[in-house]
């Protein structure tokens, strides 16, 4: 039957105190008549052979130091554990056990040790970083406990050693899947949100505008049919808006999604979605400006591209005053292509600006206009961003204004 680490413990220093008893009354019994064979002799090299039958058999290893923490006996398991062989035992013996910890874990170690011959603790069991022969890390579980001679005086220290790196792996990885699990959740949620709230909110205004037209039609003026009119237009198109990022999101949570990047010139490919914006920011007396060279040619999806960069300079558009101005750039750097859009809009707050790329928050509002947004453009952005192996993130001031930067990762 498999003993636990406590049990083999406890059977070995019971084992220990045997056999120093017995080799102390075999020495009283030399001195007393050195011709006299001590009638114990037997029983000693029994207590002997059960000691290191049970060092032999326990899983860990097992290693004895002096009170000063100077290596003096290591099991072969021990050896084994920090990769050193039977044969380089000798070497080992005599070196200070700290050789083989961590000097991160030094302070924490001595002052274990400390509280163990002071008798501020018993039994003591703490994790530490382990130093293997070739200098790799490891994480081990110390278990020591005191020997004291026959007079009660601390003499040894019995270290029982086990090797948790496997097990700190698994716990970082189920940290980890804990936290993709949060993620799922609260991706789950706002998406179930935005279906009960964003997307419901504008057919009750199309559904209100519309029955005022077919029941009023008559007793409205030419004014009022048109604003009613443009007014289920807009909330068309929003609606429209908001469904094709939801679609687009959708695809990308669920794998269907993927990045098909080609070689293309970015200038020429991104020229009809930069007209198109230049004229969306003229509506609004904005001036928008790009800087990049005719030469640059990039590596990427060209739709998620174009995508990304309406995203951003949407949303500098839906967020800067008229007269305002905004910047879209592209240059090479260490293996990526950067692309910067920087406005002078009103900018962001902090809280705003640490669950901007956050599913489960939400940070819609309304532009300098009124305009309403969907709160999932930004994230479509992240998404897609990091199918290119980049990243994206975002410097802001109230009132001065914010520049979003991402990076699409050159191949190889």
């Not at 500098?316 to 910067?340: E, M, Q």
Request: charged residues 30%.
């Amino acid at each position: 039957m498999n003993k636990t680490k406590e049990a083999l413990c406890q059977e070995l220093f019971a084992l220990k105190k045997d056999y120093a008893e017995l080799k102390e009354m075999y020495e009283k019994e030399l001195k007393r008549d050195p011709k006299n064979t001590p009638p114990d002799e037997e029983a000693l090299q029994q207590a002997n052979r059960e000691l290191e039958a049970i060092i032999t058999a326990s899983p860990d290893g097992i290693g004895i130091t002096s009170l000063e923490g100077v290596l003096l006996f290591a099991s072969d398991k021990l050896l084994q554990m920090y990769d050193y062989s039977v044969d380089e035992r000798d070497a080992i013996l005599g070196r200070p056990v700290f050789d083989y910890i961590d000097p991160s874990n030094h302070i924490y170690l001595k002052e274990n040790i400390r509280k163990l011959i002071t008798g501020e603790t018993d039994n003591e069991i703490r994790e530490y970083m382990g130093l293997k022969k070739d200098g790799s890390r490891i994480f081990v579980e110390l278990n020591y406990t005191l020997l004291r001679n026959s007079s009660g005086h601390p003499e040894r220290i019995m270290v029982i050693q086990r090797d948790c790196t496997e097990r700190k792996r698994i716990q970082e990885e189920t940290r980890k899947m804990n936290l993709k699990l949060a993620e799922s959740n609260a991706t789950k949620d706002r998406f179930f949100s935005i279906i009960a709230h964003d997307l419901k909110s504008p057919f009750q205004g199309l559904l209100g505008y519309s029955e005022i037209l077919s029941s009023e039609y008559n007793t409205l003026s030419e004014d009022e049919k048109l604003s009613f009119i443009s007014t289920i237009e807009e909330l068309s198109r929003n609606s429209y808006k908001l469904l094709e990022n939801l679609l687009e999101w959708s695809r990308i949570q669920t794998g269907k999604m993927t990045a098909n990047p080609e070689e293309f010139n970015l200038l020429i490919e991104l020229y009809p979605t930069i007209s198109l914006l230049k004229q969306t920011a003229s509506n609004k007396n904005i001036w928008f400006n790009y800087k990049i060279d005719k030469s640059l040619v990039i590596n990427a999806d060209k739709n998620m591209l174009s995508s990304i960069i309406r995203n951003l300079v949407a949303n500098s558009i839906k967020f800067t005053n008229p007269g305002g101005r905004i910047t879209l750039s592209a240059t090479k750097a260490d293996g990526f292509t950067k692309f910067l859009v920087a406005d002078t809009g009103i900018g962001m707050s902090e809280e705003i600006i640490d669950d901007l790329f956050k599913m489960g928050k939400s940070v819609s509002r309304r532009g300098t206009a009124n305009e309403e947004g969907t709160g999932l453009g930004l994230l479509l952005c992240k998404e897609m961003v990091e199918k290119h192996g980049g990243r994206i993130w975002v410097e802001s001031e109230l009132g001065k204004g914010s520049s979003f930067s991402f990076t699409i990762k050159d191949p190889l």
